[in-house]
DNA sequence: CGTCTTCTTGATCGCATTCAACGTGTGTGG
DNA sequence: CCACACACGTTGAATGCGATCAAGAAGACG
């Protein structure tokens, strides 16, 4: 299950063959799997990499590096998800395991073209697309238009409307992370949560355990920035 | 020619029929041709929509608007782009003129599939998607990580970069579209273009036309802030 | 000429950052 | 078991960047 989309998508028999979107999967020559512990990254931002991944167990986070150290997190991945699938030939983004993961590669261009050759996987991927693209453009509203408060309330509010059936979220990313996603400061994200705490909207199990006590008032401020959605 | 677009595609003889990208043509039946003028709204936020767009001819802006009557430019579209395409029925921003437009529309589901049917077609939407959804998470960066003189600083750089010929730029948008585009605000833009023109680094001509004096200076203050680019 | 829109500039305010110190949790070795 | 180290998280105080409020300048157009 992915892990902070937007537009979900259908994943229904998924265990067998980690899906690409929904019910398709990938005639591509059979991939490699590779391991990768908490920590390690996967690939590099500018290297020449002839390969894509899909997530089959675990959390990656992808990021851009500043050259004053900051950081900012394009995308947070989960189970069966695509990445590092560029449409040129080197990588653009670094990505690294947040935990513990197993991760399927695929020769890019061949994942392209044996996408191409099916016009019902070319529908479902392009349709898969076209919802990372808005999953994206949902970004932009809230990096730029959204208080600290805000960005941290919509990031929970998505975080729990995927979650498998508890109201409770555990949290497998640092502060930093979350931070560095929201393109806030590990401090300010800090003071967000307390803010949310006093508010009553969330109640701290632990710092990475949470619960949202007050979903409606979460769901009305977020879109009191959005105006519908 | 695309507007705003990093990652840039062969648009070689893109006069006969506008290309999807670079050679590919949609096969879709008879699109019909649309004209709008400057300011008219294409489609709006949350509108039930089965069509997609292509422009032919001038400037559109596709943007959210927030609750409080603020706005993110979700992205700018210039010729031969496709516009207004969603993976589910309604469409997820609202769509301007800048200027007066011609646009070509398509149905949705045909323009998918008909896409889909073709492997080249496929291969060139797939790559010109992956190139969106790229410039996209450029932008990211940009909305998380910059400030305020290195927004305007790289949206003007990036400009420049698919301009004609000349040194020589025109803002067909007004200040506040760059300041809903970059997060920012209409004053924080002006003093930006002040900033920069006290550094020398541009020469405004009139408000809308200027001149890039130093690219070297305005290149390297925006990859002072993006470590590789 | 006047009106309207767009753009610029100045003064002040507030939110998020920065700098700094203090907790908290976890794992390691004595 | 405790002692210690180290990474992660919280909280406080001061600073600064961009927003806000306000006024005026510059174009565009009839």
Redesign the pocket.
């Given at each position: 299950m992915s892990v902070l989309s937007t537009y979900q998508e259908n994943n229904s028999q998924s265990h067998s063959e980690p899906a690409v979107s929904g019910r398709v999967r990938p005639v591509t020559t059979p991939a490699s799997v590779k391991h990768y512990k908490a920590g390690e990254t996967i690939y590099f931002e500018g290297e020449e990499s002839p390969y894509c991944f899909q997530l089959i167990d675990g959390l990656v986070k992808e990021y851009n590096t500043l050259e004053d150290g900051g950081c900012q997190i394009i995308e947070f991945y989960g189970d069966g998800e695509i990445f590092g699938l560029t449409e040129i030939r080197e990588q653009l983004h670094t990505a690294e395991a947040i935990t513990d993961c197993s991760v399927k590669c695929f020769q890019r261009d061949r994942f392209i073209s044996s996408i191409a050759c099916s016009t019902d996987m070319t529908e479902q991927f392009v349709l898969n697309l076209l919802a990372r693209l808005h999953r994206s453009q949902d970004r932009l509203v809230m990096l730029g238009r959204m208080?600290?408060?805000q960005k941290v309330s919509t990031f929970l509010f998505r975080l729990s409307g995927m979650n498998d059936d508890s109201e409770e979220i555990h949290?497998k990313m640092?502060?930093?992370d979350i931070a560095d996603y929201l393109?806030?400061?590990?401090?300010?994200?800090?003071?967000a949560?307390?803010e949310l705490k006093k508010l009553g909207w969330i109640k701290?199990i632990?710092?990475?355990k949470l619960v949202l006590t007050d979903l409606e008032a979460i769901r009305s401020s977020v879109s009191e920035a959005t105006s519908l959605r």
């Amino acid at each position: 299950m992915s892990v902070l989309s937007t537009y979900q998508e259908n994943n229904s028999q998924s265990h067998s063959e980690p899906a690409v979107s929904g019910r398709v999967r990938p005639v591509t020559t059979p991939a490699s799997v590779k391991h990768y512990k908490a920590g390690e990254t996967i690939y590099f931002e500018g290297e020449e990499s002839p390969y894509c991944f899909q997530l089959i167990d675990g959390l990656v986070k992808e990021y851009n590096t500043l050259e004053d150290g900051g950081c900012q997190i394009i995308e947070f991945y989960g189970d069966g998800e695509i990445f590092g699938l560029t449409e040129i030939r080197e990588q653009l983004h670094t990505a690294e395991a947040i935990t513990d993961c197993s991760v399927k590669c695929f020769q890019r261009d061949r994942f392209i073209s044996s996408i191409a050759c099916s016009t019902d996987m070319t529908e479902q991927f392009v349709l898969n697309l076209l919802a990372r693209l808005h999953r994206s453009q949902d970004r932009l509203v809230m990096l730029g238009r959204m208080t600290a408060l805000q960005k941290v309330s919509t990031f929970l509010f998505r975080l729990s409307g995927m979650n498998d059936d508890s109201e409770e979220i555990h949290l497998k990313m640092t502060r930093q992370d979350i931070a560095d996603y929201l393109g806030l400061t590990i401090e300010t994200v800090s003071r967000a949560f307390g803010e949310l705490k006093k508010l009553g909207w969330i109640k701290l199990i632990s710092s990475r355990k949470l619960v949202l006590t007050d979903l409606e008032a979460i769901r009305s401020s977020v879109s009191e920035a959005t105006s519908l959605r």
